[in-house]
């Protein structure tokens, strides 16, 4: 990007604390991807909770197996700002490329305690999202997510909560389909003919 084609990665880092620069910087650290990432990693423990949150944000698309745990343990930091980067970052999946997405066994837990009890109205949403990619799985997501639906005093968290309960549109949309039930071998031998493109379909001789 015009303007900092020579600057360095930690340079281009910092850069994300600075509001006029911190756009440009951020679009140029994810030009660089994987070339960037190791900067970008030491930038989760910025002085700065802007560069933090930037961080987060562009470990959202560049995130690694070597930086996943890091990027988990952001959930956790002293800013608000922070904290939602982290949670958004590690329950979307769209951006991760080929990079699997955290497992319950190492997101869920802090995603409920953020749910239940963060201070930040923003943060305890994006753990509502974190929290709902696992309803279908564990039975402590839907009741957290239950809960926060009908008693959390931000109507943007109550909302956000009951689209991922019981009969809420996210909940719908992602529940597991039935298992289509398998065609009878006449069927399979029918649709088989069809494939190899004859047209039309023999009758086998009832047994």
């Known amino acids: 990007m015009l303007g900092f084609a020579r600057t360095g990665n930690e340079a281009l880092v910092s850069c994300l604390g600075d509001p006029q620069r911190a756009v440009a910087a951020y679009h140029e650290l994810l030009r660089r991807g994987r070339d960037a990432v190791a900067e970008i990693r030491i930038g989760l423990h910025h002085e700065n909770p802007a560069v933090r949150a930037g961080c987060c944000r562009l470990l959202d698309h560049l995130v690694d197996t070597d930086s996943m745990g890091q990027l988990i343990a952001m959930a956790d930091d002293p800013d608000a700002r922070v904290r939602t980067a982290a949670f958004h970052a590690l329950a979307c999946d769209r951006c991760k490329g080929d990079i699997c997405a955290p497992g319950a066994a190492e997101v869920l837990e802090p995603a409920l305690q953020h749910l239940a009890s963060d201070p930040d109205a923003h943060v305890r ?47 719908q949309r992602t529940a597991p389909r039935a298992p289509r039930q398998r065609d009878s ?9 069809r494939e190899k493109g004859t047209g039309r379909a023999f009758r086998l001789p009832k047994p």
């Open 125 to 171: 949403a994006m753990a509502a999202e974190l929290v709902g990619k696992f309803v279908h799985a564990d039975g402590r997501a839907v009741t957290a997510l239950a809960t926060s639906h009908a008693q959390d005093p931000s109507p943007v968290v109550r909302k956000k909560a009951g689209w991922f309960t019981p009969g809420g549109a996210i909940y």
């Open 185 to 193: 071998p006449n069927q399979a031998i029918r649709d088989w003919t």
